[in-house]
């Protein structure tokens, strides 16, 4: 009664400190640009950042990589940035920054105290009208992310993993890839090549920049039409997505890694879209299953049990397709096939009858602390609103999505358990030593 009666009290508070809504405007420049703005004015600090709409499932099948080697490529230099010079004008500044690639989309960003925010706006405008795309750039950038290949997918234990989910999970849609791409068709490549990805893809009609933090939103306004007005207008981008047949059938299929001595196995679901509800609700199911050491999964198979030395839950939310994983690492000789069964006699508890009451609002705790967690700096709201709006069209989710995670019943995570989880609709994938070949 007690714990319970603690759940209500910090249910209570998340939703007082959620009552802040996160204000914005947004607005479109005439070459197609979206922009959204965030007035802050509580801390002298600024996030700019700019979202391009191209990930890795934009490549073609012989030239994989090309997303992510322009989040390296386009810090390379301008027309007016010296080659080597855009870190060192950031940090002299009082700046930070970074860069991403998934699937779906590339994100820059600049953290700055505010009185930096014309460098910031400078610096993105720089990157998106007069990138330095040359020889010398290409090729510094191609060692760079064989490197970094090489550091975090070829040596490190388990980093081909995700990468033989996909292969096996995917048919016809290029999430069968890897993000990071196969290094020949970097080196395959031409320079006219990698200038037509960026003519094609790196334009303001298929970006959206964000400025949030301490900003007058007029002169901001004012700022983004001065470096970003100017910039051309690209040719639409026009996609059609690959359709996968469902799964059926099971799949199998087996992977060897040399960095690894423990074997793991995945249990590998194709899902809907991030778009969906039923994308939200396996959230929940997920969090239910294996986030947290008091977690169904953890308690039953690592705690009691003592079957596995890690199991996990997660759902993979892309804008195209998703891809809900359950994994586990045995504990000692414990066949992997025990794995999978163990994991099975869960997901067929929550099919078969409702989760307590109390797990229910334990989860709705959780999600609360999520989404405010999510928007406590000015960093997370930049990255939120672009990403509410690159995918749902809706960058007001900021505000209304919690409530979309709150109507989710216990019902509803039972239905969605069974129309999705069943071992017919499955990738089983052993992850195996190279020694036990």
Same mark, same amino acid.
């Given at each position: 009664?007690?714990?319970?009666?603690?759940?209500?009290?910090?249910?209570?508070?998340?939703?007082?400190?959620?009552?802040?809504?996160?204000?914005?405007?947004?607005?479109?420049?005439?070459?197609?640009?979206?922009?959204?703005?965030?007035?802050?004015?509580?801390?002298?600090?600024?996030?700019?950042?700019?979202?391009?709409?191209?990930?890795?499932?934009?490549?073609? +099948?012989?030239?994989?990589?090309?997303?992510?080697?322009?989040?390296?490529?386009?810090?390379?230099?301008?027309?007016?940035?010296?080659?080597?010079?855009?870190?060192?004008?950031?940090?002299?500044?009082?700046?930070?920054?970074?860069?991403?690639?998934?699937?779906?989309?590339?994100?820059?960003?600049?953290?700055?105290?505010?009185?930096?925010?014309?460098?910031?706006?400078?610096?993105?405008?720089?990157?998106?009208?007069?990138?330095?795309?040359?020889?010398?750039?290409?090729?510094?950038?191609?060692?760079?992310?064989?490197?970094?290949?090489?550091?975090?997918?070829?040596?490190?234990?388990?980093?081909?993993?995700?990468?033989?989910?996909?292969?096996?999970?995917?048919?016809?849609?290029?999430?069968?890839?890897?993000?990071?791409?196969?290094?020949?068709?970097?080196?395959?490549?031409?320079?006219?090549?990698?200038?037509?990805?960026?003519?094609?893809?790196?334009?303001?009609?298929?970006?959206?920049?964000?400025?949030?933090?301490?900003?007058?939103?007029?002169?901001?306004?004012?700022?983004?039409?001065?470096?970003?007005?100017?910039?051309?207008?690209?040719?639409?981008?026009?996609?059609?997505?690959?359709?996968?047949?469902?799964?059926?059938?099971?799949?199998?299929?087996?992977?060897?890694?040399?960095?690894?001595?423990?074997?793991?196995?995945? +249990?590998?679901?194709?899902?809907?879209?991030?778009?969906?509800?039923?994308?939200?609700?396996?959230?929940?199911?997920?969090?239910?299953?294996?986030?947290?050491?008091?977690?169904?999964?953890?308690?039953?198979?690592?705690?009691?049990?003592?079957?596995?030395?890690?199991?996990?839950?997660?759902?993979?939310?892309?804008?195209?397709?998703?891809?809900?994983?359950?994994?586990?690492?045995?504990?000692?000789?414990?066949?992997?096939?025990?794995?999978?069964?163990?994991?099975?006699?869960?997901?067929?508890?929550?099919?078969?009858?409702?989760?307590?009451?109390?797990?229910?609002?334990?989860?709705?705790?959780?999600?609360?602390?999520?989404?405010?967690?999510?928007?406590?700096?000015?960093?997370?709201?930049?990255?939120?609103?672009?990403?509410?709006?690159?995918?749902?069209?809706?960058?007001?989710?900021?505000?209304?999505?919690?409530?979309?995670?709150?109507?989710?019943?216990?019902?509803?995570?039972?239905?969605?358990?069974?129309?999705?989880?069943?071992?017919?609709?499955?990738?089983?994938?052993?992850?195996?030593?190279?020694?036990?070949?």
């Amino acid at each position: 009664m007690k714990e319970y009666f603690s759940y209500i009290i910090i249910s209570l508070f998340l939703v007082g400190v959620h009552a802040q809504e996160v204000s914005f405007t947004e607005y479109d420049l005439d070459n197609g640009l979206h922009v959204i703005l965030h007035q802050d004015n509580t801390a002298p600090v600024v996030t700019t950042s700019v979202l391009y709409h191209v990930g890795a499932k934009d490549e073609l +099948a012989d030239r994989t990589g090309f997303a992510h080697f322009f989040e390296h490529l386009l810090f390379e230099g301008t027309k007016n940035i010296e080659r080597g010079e855009w870190f060192s004008i950031v940090s002299s500044n009082g700046g930070k920054n970074n860069a991403y690639t998934n699937d779906d989309y590339t994100y820059y960003y600049e953290v700055f105290p505010s009185n930096n925010l014309e460098l910031g706006l400078w610096l993105e405008s720089e990157r998106m009208l007069h990138p330095v795309i040359n020889k010398i750039g290409v090729d510094t950038q191609n060692e760079v992310v064989k490197e970094e290949k090489r550091l975090r997918v070829d040596n490190s234990p388990y980093g081909k993993f995700f990468e033989n989910v996909k292969k096996n999970l995917f048919i016809n849609h290029p999430y069968k890839h890897t993000t990071i791409g196969e290094m020949q068709h970097l080196d395959d490549a031409t320079l006219d090549e990698f200038l037509a990805f960026n003519k094609k893809y790196y334009v303001p009609n298929n970006a959206i920049l964000v400025v949030a933090g301490d900003i007058q939103v007029d002169k901001t306004k004012k700022m983004i039409q001065d470096y970003f007005g100017d910039v051309p207008r690209g040719a639409e981008v026009v996609r059609t997505v690959a359709v996968e047949e469902p799964i059926t059938e099971p799949l199998t299929a087996k992977a060897y890694d040399s960095n690894i001595q423990i074997p793991a196995v995945v +249990a590998a679901y194709r899902m809907p879209s991030i778009k969906t509800r039923d994308s939200r609700v396996l959230d929940m199911i997920s969090a239910y299953l294996s986030d947290g050491n008091s977690s169904k999964l953890y308690r039953k198979m690592v705690d009691e049990e003592k079957m596995a030395l890690q199991v996990g839950a997660f759902n993979v939310s892309q804008e195209d397709y998703g891809m809900y994983l359950i994994f586990g690492l045995p504990l000692g000789d414990i066949p992997l096939q025990s794995i999978i069964t163990g994991i099975d006699e869960e997901v067929v508890k929550i099919q078969k009858e409702l989760i307590t009451e109390k797990d229910y609002q334990k989860l709705q705790n959780k999600f609360e602390a999520n989404f405010v967690d999510s928007n406590s700096s000015v960093e997370g709201i930049a990255n939120s609103l672009a990403e509410y709006y690159a995918f749902f069209g809706d960058t007001n989710l900021i505000n209304s999505e919690i409530e979309i995670y709150r109507s989710i019943s216990r019902e509803e995570i039972q239905e969605v358990a069974k129309k999705y989880l069943n071992p017919n609709q499955r990738l089983v994938l052993d992850y195996l030593p190279e020694s036990s070949k």
